[in-house]
């Protein structure tokens, strides 16, 4: 848990000047009480004063730390005050206190006030980190100061791993999320991809460093995981529900294949297979019960199958897939039985980690998203190795009812914060939606092997989907800033700051205190050639419009280069460099294009009203929105794509409450909005005008690093300053901008709107 995540606004003052210690106290208990965590103030206050009086708080140069633990604490907090001229305080150091920060704790077991006193001290060292609070003059940018100051420490830990398993201590303790692990694994994965489109000496030499350290981190029986060798060494497998050990173990199978298959390098890839090793001798030959509570390792196993042959790791997948929700009860088990906790979650929702039901029983997405789609990845995965056709079907079920009903128009699921999960069929809210940047990418993983079940066009389709607006809207177009959360409405005064809207953030932050969205990103951009090409028995199958090189010289005797100027242009142009090659090349025909031509070296293969051509009939075929042609292949042989790009209005489903009388806009796969700094500050007042005229503008290289406007005819309804009127609002004619979804939020605090009134 990070500082930040405990640090509520309400809970930060810059202007206070007390002139005692007790009104100091006082005022910084009462901001704690303002941020909703205590639900007895007296009582809490009683605790404060009474661990001043065992000895000061006031620790030197300027600051104090008072802390409190009691049952009247709901959930961990901190407080934060600054006090501009100081006020006696009985310092250690006999100073005044001009930087206070309180601590607030439930009456739990696992100490949490000293866990964040050990943090804060270590920033509160810093003479120029405290500096920057003492004269920070926002909130916002107090907050943010100590948001740029805490590190993730996820090396760290595998640092102090290492330590214990060969001094049989540390220094310092674990610190971060219980899956912190992941986050290295991913940087890892990331990095690996990287390496292939760009070979890079010192980035490799880091890597290889860093996987000597893991290696150090890991036990002599094969097992990986920082948490419990630092922290909870007595009770690895314990809590399968909550502590994600076999979601850190995935994450670095994949990693580990991926490091592999760059570099042919195994290093990581025999740390994984001890790992796998231990996995399989606990949940197999020893016959522990389980499954994970987090989704993730089954999807690695079977990449760890086709890396080493092994086909353990195939009958671990099985195994864990399988088991799930046969004994719906498993995790209320586990949980009367362990006697602690991570997160104290609720065992009896069996619902938010899938598996309420076995999983060929599924019927509806449903839960944590990002844990649905990794488990339906993992079982699409399995389905398509094995011929497994129930599981396939469960598949395909699941799919639609994300895709056909729980999904928004940006790609974008899991549509409450509440356990950033699904809800019900069509309950879809634009400015509370939760559409974890993960939870998005985590489809795209789902629809790239539910093509390898069934090649279809509407698996693409989506990916693209999810990819040009949710993913690519998860990072801010510098890199260094990213969304957690993917709202479709943007109302700044409310969104971050309401309390039922305090996830849906108006701008970016530049980290998390759970970071799994971010290396999660530079993952999927890295490798996103897997998503954009595929190949089977010869057929070369390109899924995604994306300019480059791919080279098929070992498999098909070709490479194929790509020219684009996608998703702006709908021109997209195949050229084959062979000497000669027998082999289908399979291109999408994207649902959201209503005219498409495609020509052969100048010839016409296809076109959307006629279908194939007579010249072509003996080569070509279409076939689930792919277009296959056949053919002995020669050097500079040329496909050509021309996809018309017309913007369009796209309605919701009448049953979608949130969107009704509303219209989105969207040009080829881009969903647009728009934001307050192109429109006079106010979108809440727009409305679409109903066959009103709607233009596609030139290509602007300067704004937002390229984009291509949209103007859109509409009105804006001006009403009067109170609340409700029976005045009607004056309407005028104007010209709306807009602009792709995923540049959104990249040019300060603004209003944005997707959904938009049509009149």
Known sequence: MRITDLLDKRSISLTEAPKTKSEALDRIIDLMVESGKINDREAYREQVYAREEESTTGIGEGIAIPHGKCDAVTKPGLAAMVVKDGVEFDALDGQPVTLMFLIAAPNTKDNVHLDVLSRLSVLLMDEDFTNKLRQATSVSEFKQIIEDAEKSHAIENFRMAAQMLEKGS????????????????????????????????????????????????????????????????????????????????????????????????NSL????????????????????????????VELALIRMYRATGDKRYQELAAHFINARGVDSDYFKKESDNRGWTVWNMNPDDKEYAQNHLPVREQKEAVGHAVRAVYLYTGMADLAAETDDQSLADACKVLWENITQKRMYITGGIGSTCIGEAFTKDYNLPNDTV???????????????????????????????????????????????????????????????EAVTHKHDLPQRPKWFGCACCPPNVARTLTSIADYAWSEQERTIYSHLFIGGELD?????????????????????????????????????????????????????????????????????????????????FKENDILVCDMEMNPKRIYANSNVASDSGMTAIMRGPLVYCAEGVDNDGNV??????????????????????????????????????????????????VTITMIPYYAWGNRGLTQMRVWMPER
């Not at 990287?194 to 029986?221: T, Y």
């Not at 994984?272 to 994970?292: C, L, S, V, W």
């Not at 296809?606 to 929105?625: I, L, M, P």
């Not at 602007?700 to 984009?707: D, V």
Request: hydrophobic share 35%; aromatic share 12%.
């Open 170 to 265: 540390c220094e310092g303790e674990f610190y971060g999320m219980v899956f912190q692990d992941s986050d290295v694994a991913k940087w890892l994965e990331a990095a690996a991809y990287s390496l292939v489109h760009k070979p890079d000496q010192e980035l490799e030499q880091r890597m290889d460093d860093l996987i000597a350290l893991i290696g150090r981190a890991q036990h002599k029986d094969g097992y990986l995981n920082t948490y419990f060798t630092v922290k909870e060494k007595d009770r690895r497998w314990t809590d399968l529900q909550e502590a994600h050990e076999l979601y850190c173990a995935g994450h670095m199978m994949e990693a580990a294949v991926a490091y592999y298959e760059a570099t042919g390098k």
């Open 269 to 296: 890839l025999e740390i994984m297979k001890r790992m796998g090793d231990h996995i399989y001798q606990h949940f197999i030959t020893e016959k522990a019960e389980g499954y994970p509570g987090h989704p993730e």
């Open 434 to 496: 939760y559409a974890e940047t993960c939870a998005s990418i985590g489809l795209m993983f789902f629809a790239a092997k539910m093509r390898e079940l069934d090649m279809d066009r509407k698996y693409s389709d989506v990916m693209e989907q999810a990819l040009y607006n949710t993913v690519l809207a998860g990072m801010q177009l510098d890199g260094k800033r990213f969304f957690y959360v993917n709202p479709l409405e943007v109302i700044p005064g409310i969104s971050g």
């Open 552 to 632: 098929r010289t070992e498999s098909c005797g070709v490479k194929i280069e790509v020219e684009t100027k996608y998703p702006y242009d709908g021109k997209v142009s195949y050229r084959m460099h062979t000497e000669g090659s027998r082999f289908t090349f399979a291109v999408r025909l994207p649902e959201w294009c209503r005219n498409e031509s495609i020509l052969f070296n100048g010839k016409e293969v296809y076109t959307t009203q006629k279908g194939v051509s007579q010249d072509f009939r003996n080569a070509a075929k279409e076939e689930k929105g792919y277009l296959y042609l056949t053919m002995d």
């Open 684 to 733: 809440l007042e727009l409305s679409i005008s109903e066959g009103g005229e709607i233009r596609t503008g030139s290509y602007e290289k300067e704004l937002l690093s390229g984009i291509v406007p949209i103007k859109v005819q509409g009105y804006r309804r001006k009403t009067t300053d109170a609340l409700y009127s029976d005045e009607k609002p004056v309407k005028e004619e």
